[in-house]
């Protein structure tokens, strides 16, 4: 009997991301002058995939594209990256659209996204294509730049076909209490944490009641992600925070898809927990080196090398600790 290898899902936003880099963000009603411009495939969903896809998993795509020429642009980034699109739809009318401004010094930016085709991806929809491509074992990826209601629907679909389902609540919305109990896996980050739960997540501690929140509803492993001060994992044998890397930030766009996308990979190919995790976090650290979105994520084998530099240098640092006098 041969065995069909588990696959990542992803149900989720299709953007164009119209992004221009500068020396500083302009503050409100001010204009600045620009230093670069880029036009590339986007969306958190698209994001993810790709993520997933190169950290060498099965990968296919749930979503919806304009008939613009835009829909190219889209079509070609998740084609190229080896995304399985046969599920995407298109649509009348204007690919979604994420306007994007990076600050050159900080690394930071802003985020307008304006759905348009992403609309289309109704809960009648999503779940008929899921039904068509899932199988018990799949990872489903799931975000919060579609409508609501599909993303509900497709969690609970997923959870009823045996899928784990991983959501990672951005951008943080209000989100009803029901979707936590077909939930296995949240990420949200500092803020969305704060949003969702009400509770200021600043520090790990903070984390961890937030991941409490979580685990009271229903989800079975919350990690709160922390940027530079680690990610916090909470689930029901207890609480445990992890490092990042430090690394020199160029732009933080997609950190957080490049995390989901490579724990998503590693627990559709059968890694343990712990290293699916772990190449997650170093993912999302890579991802903030490099200037983009989708242009940000990764390569497994540029990850690969990144863990094995980390793990040189606390070796280093081991050696040069016993030899001190
Ligand atoms: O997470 C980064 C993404 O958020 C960008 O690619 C942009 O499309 C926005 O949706």
Known sequence: MTTVASKVVVVGSITADVTAFGNRLPVPGETVIGESFTLVLGGKGANQALAAARAGASSTMIGCVGDDPFRDIVLGGLRDGDVDTTSVTSVPGPTGVAHIRVDNTTGQNDIVIVPLANSSLTPDLAERRLRAVARSGDVLLLQLEIPLATTFRVAIVGRELGMTV?????????????????????????SEAAVLTGISVSDVDAAVVAGRWFLE??????????G?????????????????????????????????????????????????????????????????????LPTADAVDAFIAAQNHDREDASCARTQAP
Do not use: Q
């Open 217 to 226: 509803r229903g989800v079975r492993t919350a990690l709160i992600t922390l």
């Open 228 to 296: 530079d001060k680690g990610v916090v994992e909470v689930n029901e044998a207890g609480a445990h925070s992890r490092s990042t890397p430090t690394v020199k930030v160029v732009d933080t766009t997609a950190a957080g898809d490049a995390f989901a996308g490579y724990l998503g990979a590693g627990l559709a190919n059968g890694l343990a927990w712990s290293e699916s995790i772990d190449r997650g976090i170093h993912a999302g650290a890579l991802a903030v080196t490099v200037a983009g979105a989708s242009t940000s």
């Open 166 to 190: 991983v959501l990672d609540p951005a951008p943080a919305a209000t989100l009803p209490d029901e979707i936590w109990s077909v939930v296995d896996v949240v990420t949200p980050n500092e």
